[in-house]
């Protein structure tokens, strides 16, 4: 079981982490994280409505004409509830597995009657060394449709089915992942861009999407192979 109090304590640690962090890219400058090598798996996800994605699609597009970076765009901007046997392997390597999208059909399935509605509202944006993100505040909300989805995960053993599963830390949306080492001299523009970006509005999702990630090559897609409908706030 997921408990409220310790997910929002950790989602809290991790952005007091990115906070700390911006003194390191202001002196030395950015770094890939391992997240951009070649890789694929699935993904649980709520699925932000258009103009969220609009937002956040145009802020990554800005960052990658500023500096080396990959972009998020359409429908690979999403707030993550669940990753399963995600690998990193080779282009040539990666395919999707049926069997898997199966399952986590079953999955969702079994608990979507019990969704609420959820809104993340959002405090700004935070960078480090690797990554861009907004700042989304998951709510009880949130956390209770976590734990739905984990607790049907381990009912029907996707780890043992599908491979590792990863839980959530908290209610942003990654926007940008920066793909090679640039020096902080050259980072004034994106300091600027980040400054300046006005602040999402909360965002209302209204639905839980399954979705096969690829990594190939520093670019990111999702395809979505199942989508299940939140009840409206």
Not at 159 to 176: N, Y
Not at 183 to 190: A, G, I, M, Y
Not at 208 to 225: C, F, P, R
Request: proline share 6%; glycine share 6%.
């Amino acid at each position: 079981m997921i408990e409220l109090e310790v997910f929002l304590r950790g989602q809290q640690q991790v952005y007091d982490q990115f906070r700390a962090a911006q003194d390191a890219i202001r002196t030395e400058g950015t770094t890939p994280p391992k997240t951009v090598e070649n890789r694929d798996g699935y993904l649980i996800i709520l699925k932000h409505p258009d103009e969220i994605v609009k937002r956040c699609t145009d802020l990554s597009r800005k960052i990658a004409a500023i500096v080396p970076a990959m972009t998020y765009e359409g429908i690979a901007v999403h707030t993550t509830l669940g990753i399963l046997g995600m690998q990193y392997r080779p282009p040539e390597q990666q395919a999707i597995n049926r069997k898997s999208v199966t399952l986590l059909e079953d999955v969702l399935h079994s608990v979507s009657k019990d969704f609420p509605a959820v809104i993340i509202p959002y405090e700004g944006w935070l960078y480090n060394r690797d990554t861009t993100i907004a700042q989304g505040i998951a709510s009880e909300a949130f956390v209770y449709i976590a734990d739905l989805v984990h607790e049907s995960l381990q009912r029907h053993n996707a780890a043992e089915k599908i491979g590792k599963v990863q839980l959530p830390w908290g209610g942003h949306i990654t926007v940008s992942r920066f793909l090679e080492h640039t020096p902080s001299e050259q980072l004034t523009d994106f300091f600027n861009v980040m400054k300046d970006e006005p602040t999402l509005p909360p965002s209302k999702p209204s639905y839980i999407d399954i979705a096969y990630v690829s990594v190939k090559n520093g670019s990111v897609q999702l395809e979505i192979e199942g989508r299940f409908a939140l009840q409206n706030p």
